[in-house]
């Protein structure tokens, strides 16, 4: 009688023994789901902030940190929201120009720029037929277009970091020159870096008055002159 009460208590305590492995078990996995996302997330950190060089006071975020290791010819993926309001917008400005040219091109191959124009947004009425049917077709193929959907190549944190990124002032980002590492800088250092090259007299000399925009004119008129005559 005693051992089969012995062997009952045994069944029963394995059986005990088996479910409170299945509870620690279900709590083990469901704080290692927890905590996972959060170990990947910290070696992400890890791994970029070695392509990010800081010489800056400014305290960046982990986010700040991803969207810089990404490097500077890295392009966010354009949102959809209001992609096909602004390719109408793009259009309706392309068909302007053109019915502009149509009205007030007097065929001369000679251009002379004001230095100080101002784009008038004038809206001319309705040019010749070509011109008028080019534009009514292409924008009826236009309105057909199907905008597809892809995923996007930052997360929400990271879109939120680029902005303060690109508000933020205080801060000068470039490419290293020497790897392909991003370089962060404060911009009083910056300036005070590039303003010891300037005044190195072996390499610079100080002149009184500038000609940048004098030379700048002299050369958009010459390009402009040299595209007329190519396309002429």
Not at 81 to 107: S, V, W
Not at 153 to 165: P, V, Y
Request: hydrophobic share 30%; glycine share 2%; net charge positive.
């Amino acid at each position: 009688m005693s051992n089969k009460k012995n062997r009952r208590f045994k069944a029963r305590d394995k059986k005990r023994k088996i479910a409170n492995n299945k509870e620690k078990r279900k709590r083990y996995n469901i704080c290692r789901q927890h905590r996972r996302p959060q170990y990947i997330h910290a070696e992400k950190v890890q791994k970029a902030i070695k392509y990010v060089e800081i010489f800056t006071k400014e305290k960046l975020c982990n986010a700040e940190i991803l969207v810089l290791a990404k490097g500077l010819k890295f392009i966010p993926s354009s949102r959809l929201q209001n992609a096909k309001k602004t390719l109408i917008n793009d259009f309706n400005e392309l068909a302007r120009k053109m019915r502009c040219k149509y009205h007030f091109d007097d065929g001369s191959n000679t251009y002379n720029r004001h230095p100080f124009l101002l784009k008038s947004g004038n809206k001319p009425s309705w040019a010749n037929n070509a011109i008028e049917n080019y534009l009514f077709s292409t924008r009826i193929e236009l309105e057909k277009i199907q905008i597809n959907t892809f995923k996007d190549n930052l997360s929400k944190n990271e879109r939120m970091a680029l902005q303060s990124l690109r508000k933020n002032d205080r801060i000068i980002v470039k490419k290293a020159d020497k790897n392909s590492s991003t370089v962060v800088l404060d911009k009083d250092l910056y300036i005070k870096i590039a303003m010891n090259q300037l005044n190195d007299n072996i390499h610079y000399e100080t002149i009184h008055e500038s000609h940048t925009t004098e030379i700048t004119y002299r050369q958009q008129r010459i390009t402009f002159s040299a595209s007329r005559k190519v396309n002429s």
